[in-house]
């Protein structure tokens, strides 16, 4: 026999009704067993095997039920043993804190699935459906609530103080009613002097509001500790004692508790004989009496919770509570759900506490205090934060499938809102503890099913005009169903058809009603809603591609959708929007795998590769490793469609690549392919393209007049609008970037007036293209220009501005070498303590993103930061990793620096032969390398650490030659100055 619980009608605890049958099957049997074998000779074997999961309901009276949750209990039944009942983990999840259950060895699974653990149930936790004091449930942690928690405490001193309070406290499911209640039974629990806390707790049930004073049955027999083993008479006698305790006249008390407690009374105690609604009230003056009289003894908290499902006689008894004055020092706290309206009016005593949803910062807290990851991505963080509605328990339940999946993290970290996507574009399932809940409520509003499909399938919000224009319903029928979940609060109406707007109250029941349909519903939903849209609203075709692709995608028809993500993706990018532009560009990209091949699916392709491309060069930095793959790909699209400008292109893009991952030889080869291709084509912008990738590649070399020399001719074919071409296909700005290097080799060279002007111009030049990766681009290089030049204050103002722009704009790359760059001007500044701690954060930035360009300055910078702060291991260890990275890839660019910065090591530790000898080895790159700048620097330190008589006087000479050699500049140079000194005055 199967049962499926939870249809056709669905219950929010249909894992726990599940087990609770199953434990009352098993019991019912036990007592009925030894009566058949002896009476039938029949022994009987019941075992039970539950699992939780979706089905799928079909023919024509959906009563066929088929999916993986029947095989998988169906494969359970033939390995577990007669007489138990063995539940899986997904099920055991749900239940935990309902039963008791026993882990078991056996698993059990499905191919090609994970196997299941499997649990024997062995009893409930207790005899209701409270479970509010087990102190096994995990609660959520508090966040967000010091306002709720400040004013219970208050009221809980009231009443110590003798003036008894009533408290509501009042939210939506999930929204932290129980974990405040939670609060403050821990509080009373540690400041009572007593074992036994003054804490009576009563709990309403859904499917026992027509039980009267179910709560109070409850509270009695876990305050009696009622087990099921007891007689009648030891559990009469254990209701005696504790009557006869509180002071109750038992002749009256005990006839109607033990009805209450469905026991017989005996013939200790005549009955009482009294009409229905004679022994209702003296029932409720009792109830009154058992609080009153425990909290006579001490001040107690009486706590009622889900009073949205009580039962008309305990609401009555609540109700003469709430109606009078409070003469014994108890608190009474009720908590229920904001559709619950109480009978009663405000009076003095009683307090109402409404709780809020969390902010988004409050969601983050409570997230990074659930999930084992303290590098959880801001943008992941944001989507639960729209996902959730700052609800705490759904947070929460995120939360957890964080901690489970350690993929889900990676997945999501760049996720961001679009309020008008369909809950099918969140990579974020509905965690499996809240489906029930949410497609129970659902159920319970009855109506047009289609009219709920279709608006989730809209997205979270969505028109009266649009749905209308979707579904083939009448005008009038249409608003008549949507009022429906308006007035059950499932949705909020602004306006009145056909000008109103309509919004799901929480997004997640927008997805449990979506994840309803079956896939074949969805698409024909879908596939109305883009013709729909193509017809009635061809602007969405111009203002929300993604919206028309997504409807498109989700109804299989890939030929319209792809088109329509590049478009979107486009637009994105153009914007600045990275993350949904890469969103966008990537689902056009699944869509493609559905078409055939042909020339126009390769070129619709190579349109989308670009903008992915750019967007990802962005946000991730020119290292991404996702980059390669990306511009393999479109050498390889370019090539088939014979686009010789895309090829160039593609050169260009994979040569950047390279160079940041701090493959210069490779670039160079990059570059001796891509220049004869420029030529051949005879395009003054494919070459300016062409001589950039080779200037860099000759810079970071350490050859400086070359490179010099690639970017003043590349620089010399600027032309602005050509320029913006390929721009849009590069990504970044060749004008920009030729003055950026221009101004680096020309300080490098012994320029720095040329090298202040050009960087200046760079910078004025990407402020003026609206362009803000350009302008990243610029102040990355000009930060990186103040601090060889040893301008720390000019260094850090650049660096500041360049950490803005970045942070704006998400740049993470960027972001992370202006920090590199700002502590590189505090050094300048002798501020080496706060350098220190931004070498140590920028650097593990730094290698997150996968670059290894420029490793020997950054490294520099640690170990000029960690001698001057005299920790001399730890500035070797940096130096050490310094000449390391200049000799794996060739990079002899900063060489010269990284053996002066040796000198200066070994120089603080009183080391002046071993400092010379390092600055003699910084002056011998300097002169290989042609760089003025590094051979004036290497012949002033070598001044300083020779002794007069050892050649000194010969290292001054060279000094003053060098000075000569230096381009004037208006601008105090701290390296020139510091020669200038040493010079004698007729050579200056």
């Known amino acids: 026999m199967t049962a499926c619980f939870g249809y056709p009608l669905s219950y929010e605890d249909a894992p726990r009704r599940a087990v609770h049958a199953a434990s009352q099957i098993q019991s019912h049997v036990a007592e009925i067993e030894s009566d058949i074998q002896s009476r039938l000779n029949l022994q009987i074997q019941v075992w039970q095997s539950i699992h939780s999961g979706m089905v799928v309901a079909s023919g024509a009276d959906d009563r066929r039920l088929v999916g993986d949750v029947l095989s998988l209990v169906a494969r359970m039944d033939r390995d577990i043993e007669p007489g138990q009942i063995t539940i899986t983990q997904d099920s055991f999840r749900l239940v935990e804190h309902s039963f008791v259950c026993e882990e078991l060895a056996a698993t059990c699974g499905l191919p090609g699935q994970a196997p299941q653990t499997l649990y024997r149930v062995i009893e409930k936790v207790r005899d209701t459906e409270e479970f509010s004091s087990n102190e096994s449930v995990e609660y959520t942690p508090l966040v967000g609530r010091d306002q709720e928690v400040s004013m219970l405490m208050n009221r809980w001193e009231l009443t110590g103080e003798g003036f008894g309070q009533l408290v509501a406290l009042i939210g939506d499911a999930g929204m932290g009613k129980s974990r405040l209640v939670h609060v403050l039974t821990q509080h009373v629990s540690q400041t009572s002097p007593s074992v036994s806390p003054p804490i009576i707790e009563w709990s309403c049930s859904p499917y026992q509001s027509s039980t009267a004073f179910h709560p109070a049955i409850g509270a009695l027999q876990r305050r009696l500790q009622f087990t099921r083993q007891q007689s009648d008479d030891q559990k009469r006698n254990a209701l005696k004692t504790l009557l006869d305790s509180l002071g109750f006249d038992l002749a009256v008390a005990m006839p ?69 004055p409070i003469s014994a020092p108890y608190l009474c706290l009720l908590t229920f759900r904001p559709d619950f309206s109480t009978p009663w009016t405000s009076r003095a005593h009683q307090t ?7 902010t988004r910062s409050q969601v983050s807290q409570l997230i990074a205090s659930k999930v084992d990851n303290d590098a959880i991505p801001l943008g992941l963080i944001d989507r639960i934060a729209d996902r959730t509605d700052g609800v705490p328990l759904f947070v929460e339940e995120y939360a957890k499938m964080l901690n489970d999946s350690a993929d889900l993290m990676s997945d999501t970290a760049e996720l961001s ?20 809940l949410l497609t129970a409520r659902l159920d319970r509003i009855g109506g047009d099913e289609n009219v709920v499909r279709m608006a989730a399938a809209l997205g979270r919000e969505f028109s009266f005009s649009m749905i209308a224009a979707a579904m083939d319903l009448g005008a009038s029928v249409l608003a008549n169903e949507l009022e429906k979940l308006v007035e059950s609060q499932l949705l909020f109406r602004r306006g009145t058809p056909p000008d109103s707007q309509y919004t799901f109250k929480h997004a997640l029941i927008q997805d449990a ?96 590769n670009v ?27 370019c090539q088939k469609l014979g686009d010789k400008m895309g090829q160039l292109h593609a050169h260009w893009a994979m040569g950047s690549w390279r160079i940041v991952r701090d493959e210069v030889e490779t670039c160079l080869d990059i570059a001796s392919q891509i220049m004869p291709m420029a030529r051949e084509m005879d395009d003054d912008g494919a070459l300016m ?46 004008g920009v970037a030729h003055l950026s290097y221009m101004a680096l080799n020309h300080w490098y060279l012994g320029q720095p007036a040329s090298a202040l002007q050009r960087m200046r111009q760079a910078v004025q030049l990407a402020e003026s293209l609206n362009h803000p990766f350009s302008v990243a681009f610029a102040l990355h290089h000009d ?36 920090l590199l760059h700002h502590a590189g001007g505090l050094i300048c500044l002798d501020d080496s ?86 600055a003699a080895k910084s002056l011998d790159v300097a002169n290989h390398l042609g760089s003025l700048a590094w051979r004036l620097t290497a012949l002033v330190d070598l001044c300083q650490y020779t002794p007069p008589g050892s050649g000194r006087d010969r290292f001054v000479q060279q000094v003053s030659i060098a000075v000569a050699e230096f381009e004037p500049c208006e601008v105090d140079i701290p390296i020139v100055s510091r020669a200038r000194s040493l010079c004698p005055p007729s050579s200056i």
């Open 689 to 734: 393209e062409a001589l950039f990738i080779q200037a860099i590649a000759q810079f970071y070399h350490g050859d400086f007049s070359d490179s010099l020399a690639s970017c003043q001719q590349g620089w010399d074919l600027f032309d602005a609008e050509r320029c913006l071409f390929h721009t849009s296909r590069t990504g970044q700005h060749a």
């Open 417 to 436: 809102h679009d309020s008008t996507m369909g809950s099918q574009s969140s990579s974020i399932p509905i965690p499996a503890t809240l489906q029930g």
């Open 256 to 324: 109607i508790f033990c009805d209450l407690l469905s026991l017989p009374v005996g013939s200790e105690y005549p009955p009482l004989n009294l009409s229905s609604p004679k022994q209702k009230e003296l029932t409720l003056e009792l109830l009154h009496q058992w609080i009153c009289a425990e909290a006579q003894q001490r001040p107690t908290l009486f706590i009622v919770e889900d009073l949205h499902w009580v039962d008309p006689s305990t609401l009555d008894f609540l109700q003469s509570i709430a109606n009078n």
């Open 833 to 918: 303590a706060q350098a220190r701690d931004e070498l140590l954060q920028g650097l593990a930035q730094y290698d997150a993103t996968g670059a290894q360009l420029a490793l020997p300055r950054y490294y520099g910078y640690q170990a000029d930061a960690l001698t001057r702060r005299g920790d001399f291991d730890a500035a070797s260890e940096s130096l050490e990793l310094a000449k390391a990275a200049v000799d794996k890839c060739d990079e002899r660019f900063h060489e010269p620096e990284v053996w002066r910065l040796c000198a200066q090591w070994a120089s603080a530790q009183g080391n002046q032969d071993q400092a010379a000898e390092f």
């Open 352 to 358: 109402q506490i409404a709780l809020n949803r969390l």
């Open 513 to 608: 009603a979506y994840d309803s349909m079956l896939r074949g519903q969805r698409k024909e939903i879908h596939q109305k809603i883009a013709a729909a849209m193509e017809t009635e609203f061809p602007e969405i075709r111009v203002d929300q591609p993604e919206l028309l692709a997504h409807h498109y995608s989700e109804a299989g028809d890939h030929f319209n959708a792809a088109p329509l993500w590049e478009t979107a993706g486009s637009i994105s990018t153009q914007r600045g929007a990275l993350v949904e532009a890469i969103q966008h560009l990537n689902k056009g990209m699944a869509s493609l795998k559905s078409l055939s091949e042909s020339p126009e699916r390769d070129e619709l392709e190579y349109r989308i």
């Open 611 to 637: 903008p992915l491309g750019i967007a990802t060069l962005s946000l991730k930095g020119y290292a991404a490793h996702e980059l390669g793959t990306i511009y393999q790909r479109r050498m390889e699209l």
């Open 783 to 818: 930060g990186w220009l103040n601090a060889a030049m040893q301008l720390g204050t000019d260094a850090v103002q650049s660096a500041v501005r360049h950490m803005q722009v970045a942070r704006e704009q998400a740049f993470f790359f960027w972001e992370t070498t202006g």
